[in-house]
């Protein structure tokens, strides 16, 4: 098929025409956007920790708007998740806490600019619950778990780090009197071995220990 001019201006004219009414449509109609956003933790909370995590993993987002702005807002900006901030009124409680946040628009991060037309109308569920606890370091010591019955005459003797530094809820670290291993074979002389990181632990340095397995001192003299 051959365009000639007139019918290349036709065509030009008629998709102008179709493009303007178009845009003319969009600011007359309403449009909604919905999103799944995940749930994360803020910046301002990271001197507290989630025990037993968030009620759940992500919220579903209802926005609307209208006009042109709409189709910017979706190519330009986009919703990364849902922070859970800790307000300063949390931090005067005792702790453990377990609280109740209702969900806003502020809670909305972004990857870039914000929304500057669509706005939130929904949340669905529209709160989370948590429990929170405030975060300590402590230094341990570590226990040896071995996977059977060790005879009496063998011990197991740590060959690195005695000790660890563990991070984590306060209600929980403050109850422990050690970490202790995975538990490991007698029947080999040495070993390294990971730390079993209990719940409620975020951090443990380091993760992982070398142990030998080597006969007590030898008995010179027995007294009669």
């Known amino acids: 098929m051959k365009w000639n001019k007139t019918s290349l201006l036709q065509w030009v004219l008629a998709l102008i025409v179709s493009l303007t009414l178009w845009v003319l449509s969009l600011e ?85 600019d ?3 037309i669509l706005s939130v109308v929904e949340f669905s569920p529209g709160s989370i619950e948590f429990n929170l606890d405030r975060k300590i370091v402590r230094n341990l010591p570590v226990a040896i778990t071995s996977s059977t019955s060790i005879p009496e005459r063998y011990y197991w003797s740590i060959s690195s780090d005695s000790s660890v530094e563990i991070e984590g809820a306060e209600s929980i670290v403050n109850q422990l009197d050690s970490c202790y291993t995975v538990a490991v074979d007698p029947g080999m002389d040495e070993v390294r071995t990971a730390i079993v990181k209990p719940e409620g632990i975020v951090y443990i340095s380091p993760s992982s220990i070398s142990a030998e397995l080597v006969p007590p001192v030898e008995v010179i003299a027995q007294l009669e």
Do not use: C, K, W
Request: glycine content about 6%; charged content about 15%; aromatic content about 6%.
């Open 28 to 112: 007359d109609n309403p449009f909604e956007i919905n999103d799944i956003l995940p749930l994360s933790q803020g910046q301002d909370s990271q001197n507290f920790i989630l025990i037993n995590g968030l009620s759940r993993d992500s919220v579903h987002v209802t926005f609307t708007g209208m006009g042109i702005g709409v189709l910017r807002d979706q190519i330009m900006r986009s919703p990364e998740s849902i922070q859970i901030n800790v307000a300063p009124n949390d931090q005067n409680q005792v702790f453990p806490v377990s609280i109740s946040r209702e969900l806003t628009e502020n809670n909305i991060t972004f990857s870039g």
């Open 114 to 116: 914000r929304y500057t």
